[in-house]
């Protein structure tokens, strides 16, 4: 039952490739699926465990290369990616067996190869900027929507749902806060949630700040002219009701880099940002580190007992990663009896860059910060030499994204989807074209002996 149900959105992909650009089945399908459908709906194909998002990515990803890799002018970022993979296929190999490996091998190809490819040579080639980005808002709005009843009941309907299904628990404990469900959606956990709610609403301040909602087909049927304020306000629920402080504040981070595309005088914003990220980087060390500084055993405030966790991550591993040296442990859930991680004391690792230094040794994390900055670096460059309004606003809200998540993943471990839309977002960030305006897109004058130019009038 669940196969089929995982195999049918990819036999519709496959069906539609036949008629369809590989551009619309990723709107179609690819995107829809990544986005609503749980990603802890999954089954078993040797040592792999698959699911609808993992199968479409593999035909997407290679037709997009295909079409597109005589275009491509092989850059930094690239190189760092392909390294990466391989740096975790070596990482299990010389620490498990080989065959283990190599499945662990095709799921981080899936997962961050595939989708880098997909933002490289499926986005900006075929023109589907804005196509991408209303889809995946609008995705995320129908989440949001739909988890207005988790928020309040404190129980997950796409968890039931799956539960009843495959008749095995997901996995996923619900969480509260505040009184109040943390919402997770078809994502697992609340935090990765918020990140990728934050993610959609850099997206949504781009399509609102340019007016890309005015003529849009897109909810044609609803005619209010404050269709995209609403949409901008339901993002900012879905983040507000994961009640997730590090994308919060990651989120905060992320709309001052995105503000700067916004103010006229963009230089003297992106001064003002940069000093607000100082200061506000400085005062929350200094908060968090008072906050966290409190004897377990003599609070109750969960909070802060999870402040402090997190803190404590880094001195429990630093010797631990010292001692995996440049390549490290290998992949968590192959360690420690099935365990997610390494120490008896703090079995999960709520930290992408420890778990990474940890998996992939000072050589992946090395690479995964690289992968970030190289990232950055590129729509930095992008912001300054870029003339059309819209392309720069674009620029600095896709910084703002990749800004909060580098952020974020110091309060988490990077999970599914958000390790496909991070990567994506990567390969976005690398095959950024100009908008072409009116002005430039001239009719061709006709030639030939006995050529005549229509004219229009």
């Known amino acids: 039952m669940v196969q089929a149900l995982i195999l049918i959105p990819a036999l519709i992909a496959i069906g539609m490739l036949n008629a369809s650009p590989a551009a619309r089945v990723m709107l179609k399908v690819y995107v829809p699926c990544m986005m609503i459908i749980p990603m802890y709906l999954q089954f078993r194909m040797g040592g792999l465990f698959l699911n609808v998002t993992s199968v479409v990515t ?5 037709i997009g290369f295909y079409a597109w890799y005589g275009t491509l002018k092989l850059t930094l970022l690239d190189m760092c990616i392909v390294l990466n993979t391989f740096s975790a296929f070596y990482a299990d190999a010389h620490r498990h067996d080989l065959k283990i490996s190599i499945y662990a091998f095709c799921l981080i190809v899936s997962k961050t190869l595939f989708p880098y490819v997909i933002g490289r040579t499926l986005i900006e080639q075929t023109g589907m900027r804005k196509q991408f980005a ?4 609008l995705c995320l709005a129908v989440i949001a929507i739909a988890s207005l009843w988790e928020y309040r009941m404190e129980t997950n309907p796409f968890q039931i749902f799956v539960e009843r299904l495959t008749h095995e628990p997901s996995g996923w404990g619900m969480m509260t806060r505040w009184g ?9 956990h609340a935090i990765t949630a918020g990140m990728i709610f934050s993610t959609g609403l850099m997206l949504q301040l781009w399509l609102f700040g340019t007016g890309s909602w005015t003529s849009s087909k897109f909810l044609s049927f609803f005619r209010s002219r404050r269709k995209p304020l609403y949409l901008t306000l339901v993002m900012c629920m879905g983040l507000f009701m994961t009640q997730s402080r590090g994308p919060w504040i990651g989120c905060g981070f992320g709309l001052l880099v995105a503000s700067i595309g916004f103010s006229r005088n963009r230089r003297r914003a992106a001064i003002i940002a940069v000093s607000g990220l100082v200061v506000a980087i400085t005062i929350a060390g200094v908060a968090l580190n008072k906050y966290t500084d409190v004897d377990e055993t003599k609070t109750t405030d969960r909070d802060q007992l999870n402040a402090s966790y997190r803190r404590n991550l880094i001195a429990t591993y630093r010797p631990l990663i010292d001692q ?3 390549w490290g442990w290998g992949t968590p859930e192959l360690n420690s009896n099935g365990t997610t991680g390494y120490s008896k004391d703090q079995t999960s690792i709520d930290n992408e860059y420890i778990r990474v230094a940890m998996w992939q040794g000072y050589v992946g994390v090395f690479l995964f910060v690289s992968m970030e900055l190289l990232a950055i670096w590129q729509l930095i460059k992008l912001c300054i030499s870029l003339r059309n309004r819209e392309d720069i606003l674009f620029c600095y809200c896709l910084l703002g994204a990749i800004v909060a998540s580098a952020f974020s993943l110091t309060t988490v471990y990077l999970g599914d989807p958000m390790m496909q839309i991070l990567f994506l977002m990567f390969g976005w960030a ?3 074209r100009p908008t072409r305006s009116v002005e430039e897109i001239q009719v061709p004058l006709a030639t030939g002996k006995y050529a005549f130019q229509r004219v229009f009038a």
């Open 324 to 326: 995996g040296g440049l």
């Open 180 to 188: 109040f469900g943390r919402i997770a959606g078809p994502y697992g």
């Open 430 to 432: 690398m095959s950024i």
């Open 58 to 62: 593999l035909f997407l990803a290679l």
């Open 134 to 137: 209303k889809t995946l808002v």
